[in-house]
């Protein structure tokens, strides 16, 4: 186990707490404006599958475990399970969809990613640091409106909310940080 503050804590991670083991589903960083900032995290439980979140101050300590990481393929998601496939070995292996937490909306056929096992048994998954998508939805630039104004809300063609700036229009294909689901930058 190697020991890292709570503000490094990653979607995909496993992580020990409590005496249980954890794979991290969602992370939202909040710095309030009184008080100190925090982590608040969706952790899915290991052995029992069970969900829930857990709040901690950033500089609370986390033990994240030694998992092996192997690269993958993803093949296709029937509904329950989500089906992929090791690249060294060919073999193929399923987990449960609820266990990809919000990653699942992400994942397109052929998509390479790292599934992290544990004891042989794979856990959970971490996506590539950014992915394209298209704007479904969005409303239109209005004449003389400029960037500094913050963005706008847009739902991209896998159902992800995201903040984007006002140049941008539906059909538009855009680059996706995973993570944190923030816009990076128009897709060339």
């Given at each position: 186990?190697?020991?890292y503050?709570?503000?490094?804590?990653r979607?995909?991670w496993?992580?020990?707490h409590?005496?249980?083991?954890?794979?991290?589903?969602?992370?939202?960083?909040?710095?309030?404006?009184?008080?100190?900032?925090?982590?608040?995290?969706?952790?899915?439980?290991?052995?029992?599958?069970?969900?829930?979140?857990?709040?901690?101050?950033s500089e609370?300590?986390?033990?994240?475990?030694?998992?092996?990481?192997?690269e993958?393929?993803?093949?296709?998601?029937?509904?329950?399970?989500?089906?992929?496939?090791?690249?060294?070995?060919?073999?193929?292996?399923?987990m449960?969809?609820e266990a990809?937490?919000?990653?699942?909306k992400?994942?397109?056929?052929?998509m390479?990613?790292?599934?992290n096992?544990v004891?042989?048994?794979?856990?959970?998954?971490?996506?590539?640091?950014?992915?394209?998508a298209?704007?479904?939805?969005?409303?239109p630039?209005?004449?003389?409106?400029?960037?500094?104004?913050?963005?706008?809300?847009?739902?991209?063609?896998?159902?992800?909310?995201?903040q984007?700036?006002?140049?941008?229009e539906?059909?538009?294909r855009?680059?996706?940080n995973?993570?944190?689901?923030?816009y990076?930058?128009?897709a060339?």
């Amino acid at each position: 186990m190697a020991s890292y503050i709570a503000n490094d804590i990653r979607v995909g991670w496993v992580i020990s707490h409590n005496g249980r083991r954890y794979s991290v589903t969602s992370i939202m960083k909040v710095k309030p404006g009184k008080g100190g900032a925090f982590v608040q995290t969706e952790l899915r439980d290991i052995d029992s599958g069970s969900k829930g979140g857990e709040r901690f101050r950033s500089e609370d300590k986390v033990e994240k475990l030694m998992v092996e990481d192997i690269e993958c393929q993803f093949l296709y998601s029937d509904g329950a399970d989500s089906h992929f496939m090791n690249l060294k070995d060919y073999e193929q292996f399923a987990m449960p969809s609820e266990a990809l937490g919000e990653s699942i909306k992400f994942l397109v056929p052929e998509m390479k990613v790292s599934a992290n096992f544990v004891e042989g048994h794979p856990v959970s998954i971490s996506l590539p640091k950014t992915v394209v998508a298209t704007i479904e939805e969005t409303e239109p630039a209005l004449k003389g409106q400029t960037a500094a104004g913050g963005g706008k809300p847009a739902i991209l063609d896998n159902g992800v909310r995201v903040q984007v700036p006002v140049f941008i229009e539906i059909g538009e294909r855009i680059i996706v940080n995973t993570e944190t689901l923030e816009y990076v930058e128009r897709a060339k």
